[in-house]
């Protein structure tokens, strides 16, 4: 009797978080179609998904752990996705009309400790990663997969923590274009008024 590995399937189905707007999910093995579409607000990790996985994406983050379908980010105005791109072929699968494709920078000592051991950017022992899409994608990043593997206890997420550093840069952040922009201009704005109070 051979065991089948959770990566290896597909445990949801198509279109799985349709217009979700908050919450989180973790799912070890892989999704169906259109998985994420239409996602405005929730936080996913996932092991794979087939074709246009986060279409038309306007907020929320997904974290893919395994390989994607084709036209991955079609239509993505908002939130962000991290996808494991462990053979370099994700951008082939990427449609990038309206995002682009970045590494993931690891943090630098003094804020990843700030993230394991208290500090500003801490809530409730976490660093909050829902704000801020612009920075600390490294320390959002290894919380997501952390959190993926305590809820689900995943071979993949085990296999990443255990030797993190060799499989940071194999991560790509999908970015969209006019949402980067935005948040850049909040910042200024922000900035702005804090200079004049």
């Known amino acids: 009797c051979q065991i089948d590995r959770a990566e290896d ?9 349709y217009g979700a707007i908050k919450g989180e999910c973790y799912f070890r093995g892989v999704a169906g179609e259109r998985f994420a579409v239409r996602n405005s607000g ?10 246009h996985g ?13 390989s994607t379908g084709r036209n991955f980010a079609a239509g993505m105005s908002g ?7 462990e053979d370099d072929t994700f951008e082939q699968r990427c449609n990038l009309a309206m995002v682009e494709l970045e590494p993931i920078a690891a943090e630098d000592d003094a804020l990843e400790s700030l993230a394991h051991q208290g500090g500003d950017l801490e809530s409730h022992g976490r660093v ?6 612009t920075r600390f994608d490294a320390i959002r990043l290894r919380q997501l997969v952390e959190s993926h593997l305590a809820h689900t206890g995943s071979a993949v997420a085990q296999r990443v923590l255990d030797d993190w550093e060799n499989w940071l840069p194999k991560f790509k ?6 949402y980067r922009r935005a948040l850049s201009e909040m910042q200024s704005e ?8």
């Open 9 to 17: 399937n597909i445990i949801v189905g198509n279109t799985v978080l």
């Open 128 to 133: 909050d990663v829902s704000h801020d899409m």
């Open 173 to 178: 952040k999908v970015m969209p274009v006019d």
């Open 54 to 66: 986060c279409e038309y994406m306007t907020g929320g983050i997904v974290v893919v752990l395994g």
């Open 79 to 85: 939130g962000i996705a991290y996808v494991l791109d």
């Open 190 to 197: 922000q900035e702005r008024t804090k200079s004049a109070a």
């Open 42 to 51: 929730a936080t996913a990790v996932v092991e794979g998904v087939g074709d």
